[in-house]
């Protein structure tokens, strides 16, 4: 079992920034990708960023390419995903996951354990 906790959500003004948190307990060993996805009211989820959970690989969406960043902190078993230059389109509550592969990353049913998400709103 793997355990997910988000933080870091919260209100920003367009332009703005915000750092996102998830911290992973558990089974590590056994995590290959971390994942972030978004989910705004009134649509699906979406495929955010993902990280090789060891380093040196990532992917993005292209709708957050250039403004989104995904990192591993080792030592804290944390992924962030930094953004900046958010726009009103971002907000959605964001939830981050455990990976099987990084391949077609952007496939929900690639991921199989959930954090319970965050809430980002971005003003216009």
């Known amino acids: 079992q793997v355990q997910l906790v988000e933080s870091g959500g919260g209100l920003v003004q367009a332009g703005g920034s915000l750092r996102l948190s998830c911290t992973v307990s558990?089974?590590?060993?056994?995590?290959?990708?971390m994942g972030w996805f978004r989910q705004a009211p009134g649509k699906e989820r979406e495929f955010v960023a993902a990280?090789?959970?060891?380093?040196?690989?990532?992917v993005y969406a292209d709708s957050v390419k250039g403004r989104f960043t995904i990192a591993r902190d080792n030592a804290k078993n944390t992924v962030i995903l930094q953004m900046n230059s958010l726009k009103p389109e971002d907000t959605a509550v964001y939830y981050c996951?455990?990976?099987?592969?990084?391949?077609?990353?952007?496939?929900?049913?690639?991921?199989?354990?959930w954090g319970q998400g965050t809430q980002v709103t971005v003003s216009s």
């Open positions: 996951a455990v990976g099987s592969t990084l391949y077609r990353a952007y496939l929900e049913d690639n991921y199989n354990y």
């Open positions: 558990g089974r590590t060993f056994s995590i290959y990708a």
């Open positions: 990280i090789r959970w060891s380093g040196g690989l990532t």
